[in-house]
């Protein structure tokens, strides 16, 4: 009975595994119809979220690949989102819940490209950065380092414009004291936007090094509220300055004799000149008023005080590029005229702060100017003076007319 029931279960299985064989497919065969049944029924749908398996590099040959949209170039390389940020480099203006007039760009993220002069074509931010990183700074730097030591060179070998001739104790009001507020008021003004600028603009190069990271902060800090606060003042005060001495400052003829010469500054012989020589108008014309007002303006924009103006990053940018190079000019122009009027010429920075220079600093200066105070044309005292200065003024008048 037990070998009976044994054999039939050996027949039994013997047969199973030959319908088995007989009936099961190869095994190439079974691959491929589990590939068909797991691929994806929807021909549109994500081909494949494995990246061994994504359609690289041979995805671009797709036609229309160049145009697609995110979400169908997702369906073939999934995580390229290369049209997206296109569109957000190119300047496409998306949703934002802001106020148009409070912020009309919060929709852009990247400014579209343009060319500013001196970068490549790029978004404008990076275009702004490269024309402040490989123009403004380098060659704003070196200009002001140039004119400084040419001022150096010019000291150590010509000195100090000394007079020639004794003083004779008579004395001529050359600014009066509201001439000289308004000359103090923007010098001042002028001198702490400038330090500030420097610091601001060149400070990380030679003092960061120096300071360290707290205290530059700190500084430049300081200096930005103080840069704030001087930039009306020496707005105010430069209309002032310009409308005071600008009948002065006018062209004449001798002014070109001054120029051809070099106004002596080389000879033994200043050559003769009106209340303010060539040079001063050039500074007065090119540094105050035209680079001045420049500045003002393009400070203006900066600080966002110009009415109805479009306040976007591109306006800022421009303003602050054509501030720059109105101010560093301004600097070098200043350095120049600073130097004259403090240890370049001996009683030049008295005349500014007495308001009175003597005779014979006048004839050597500002000959044609004398001239015209002895003839009785331009007053020797244009201001009521302190009591103790009325009679020696007074007195002199009578010894520089000439005689009729």
């Known amino acids: 009975m037990n070998k009976a029931f044994s054999a039939a279960l050996l027949l039994a299985l013997v047969w199973g595994s030959a319908m088995a064989q007989s009936t099961s497919p190869a095994p190439d065969t079974a691959v491929a119809a589990s590939a068909a049944a797991s691929a994806p029924s929807d021909a549109g749908a994500i081909k494949s979220q494995n990246i061994l398996d994504m359609k690289k590099p041979d995805a671009s040959a797709e036609a229309g690949y160049a145009t697609q949209t995110n979400g169908e170039r997702a369906k073939v390389q999934p995580g390229n989102n290369a049209p997206m940020w296109r569109q957000v480099s190119s300047g496409v203006t998306g949703y934002s819940s802001l106020p148009k007039a409070q912020a009309p760009e919060a929709g852009n993220l990247i400014q579209p490209f343009v060319q500013y002069p001196g970068s490549r074509l790029t978004n404008a931010g990076e275009a702004w950065r490269q024309v402040r990183n490989n123009w403004l700074l380098p060659y704003g730097g070196a200009l002001l380092l140039i004119v400084l030591g040419a001022i150096a060179l010019f000291y150590w070998r010509k000195g100090s414009l000394a007079l020639h001739g004794a003083e004779t104790g008579r004395k001529i009001e050359r600014f009066t004291p509201f001439e000289r507020s308004a000359h103090w008021a923007n010098a001042i003004a002028f001198s702490i936007l400038a330090i500030s600028g420097v610091v601001m603009a060149f400070g990380k190069f030679f003092l960061y090094p120096v300071m360290g990271t707290t205290l530059f902060g700190w500084l430049t800090y300081a200096l930005k509220n103080a840069h704030n606060f001087a ?174």
């Open 231 to 404: 930039g009306p003042v020496f707005a105010v005060s430069l209309l002032v300055v310009i409308g005071t001495f600008i009948k002065d400052n006018l062209p004449h003829k001798e002014d070109l004799t001054w120029l051809a010469h070099g106004g002596g500054l080389l000879s033994d012989r200043e050559v003769a000149s009106h209340r303010f020589n060539a040079g001063e108008k050039v500074v007065f014309w090119g540094g105050v008023f035209f680079l001045g007002l420049i500045v003002v303006g393009s400070g203006l924009v900066l600080d966002k005080l110009i009415p109805g103006l479009v306040y976007e990053r591109g306006t800022m940018q421009l303003a602050h590029m054509v501030h720059a190079v109105a101010t560093v000019l301004m600097m070098a122009m200043f350095l120049g005229h600073i130097y004259m009027g403090t240890i370049g010429m001996d009683g030049a920075y008295k005349a500014m702060r007495t308001g009175y220079v003597d005779e014979t600093w006048a004839k050597e200066h500002h000959e044609l100017w004398l001239d015209d105070v002895k003839s009785g044309k331009i007053p020797a005292q244009r201001s009521q003076s302190p009591l103790s200065d009325i009679r020696p003024v007074h007195a002199s008048l009578r010894s520089l007319r000439k005689p009729v």
